[in-house]
């Protein structure tokens, strides 16, 4: 019986020990608020973000139910970027704060650094299950936020990751969405003008044609 109990607190223990950890990735909020999705930059910082784009004046927030998987005190990070560091040394103007579970997180987020990266947003405890996440923006002036990251290892330096490390979190945490394969006699890539042209004219001479669009309408730069 003492082993069988002991087993049991070890197993308790071990269980204890592995940390709860979590993405919410800023695309996928169920309401932005009045904050906009911007696509442009995919290529170089590998995902999707929101923008507070209200011209000087704070936007609504952004809000999301989110499932925490183990209650405990949460590290949350923001993944964000200053965009006018590449201009200037002063502070930037792209001010926003989280809230988790209705508490504002102290740390005041976007307004530093010179490249995309992950700023610590405070520390909470949370209970297991859901809670709202809020996006605050603070000045209107295009601040950005591309992921939101909570652990409960106080160790985890998400600070020190670059591009790699955080494509490897975006692999190993998030659900993965998978394409059915199809055949196709051309393929292109990008609905701009010239994407929209080549499309409709090898499809008029028969070929089978997937048109690969980013956006949620056509025309690339000429579009709304």
């Not at 204890?16 to 996928?28: K, N, P, Q, T």
Request: aromatic letters at 8%; glycine letters at 10%.
């Amino acid at each position: 019986m003492k082993k069988i109990l002991l087993t049991c607190i070890a197993v308790a223990c071990s269980l204890a020990a592995v940390a709860g950890e979590l993405l919410i990735e800023a695309e996928s909020f169920s309401q932005r608020g009045g904050w906009v999705l911007d696509q442009q930059f995919m290529d170089q910082m590998g995902s999707p973000y929101l923008m507070a784009h209200g011209m000087g004046i704070p936007v609504a927030d952004a809000t999301a139910e989110i499932n925490i998987p183990q209650a405990g005190t949460y590290y949350v990070y923001a993944r964000t970027y200053n965009w006018t560091s590449p201009w200037t040394d002063a502070e930037g103007p792209g001010k926003f704060r989280l809230a988790l579970g209705g508490k504002l997180l102290k740390t005041t987020l976007g307004h530093t650094g010179n490249s995309w990266q992950w700023q610590f947003a405070g520390k909470t405890i949370l209970k297991a299950g859901t809670t709202t996440l809020v996006l605050k923006d603070l000045t209107g002036f295009d601040g950005r936020c591309d992921a939101i990251y909570l652990t409960t290892d106080a160790n985890t330096q998400p600070a020190t990751w670059d591009t790699a490390e955080t494509a490897a979190l975006r692999a190993r945490l998030r659900q993965q969405q998978t394409v059915p394969a199809h055949q196709y006699d051309l393929v292109v890539v990008g609905g701009g003008i010239a994407g929209m042209c080549a499309a409709a004219s090898a499809a008029r001479l028969g070929c089978k044609v997937a048109l690969v669009n980013d956006r949620p309408v056509l025309g690339g730069n000429n579009s709304s």
